[in-house]
């Protein structure tokens, strides 16, 4: 994990070679975390795996709910399976 102040943004190249896939670069502001710099390929991972999990999180709130819901058999008819 690295950490830098965001004053060293005053020489972003540096910054930036700091930040590769699966290393995202935190940067403080009064010492604090503020802002986080990242791959854009880890960012889109990242985002399509918490959208992934919202609709998981959402069909399980269904079940719970008992909104109906496919067993393995029901699909496997539909699918012609």
């Known amino acids: 994990m690295t950490i830098k102040p965001i004053s060293d943004l005053r020489n972003y190249s540096t910054v ?24 854009v390929e880890q960012y889109e991972l990242l985002m399509a795996q918490l959208k992934l999990m ?11 709910n008992g ?10 008819t539909k699918l012609g399976v």
């Open 16 to 39: 930036l070679q700091d930040c590769q896939a699966d290393s995202p670069v935190f940067l403080t502001k009064n010492g604090r975390g503020k802002y986080v710099l990242m791959d």
């Open 54 to 64: 919202g609709r998981v999180m959402s069909a399980e709130q269904r079940i719970e």
């Open 67 to 76: 909104e109906h819901y496919m067993d393995m058999a029901e699909l496997r």
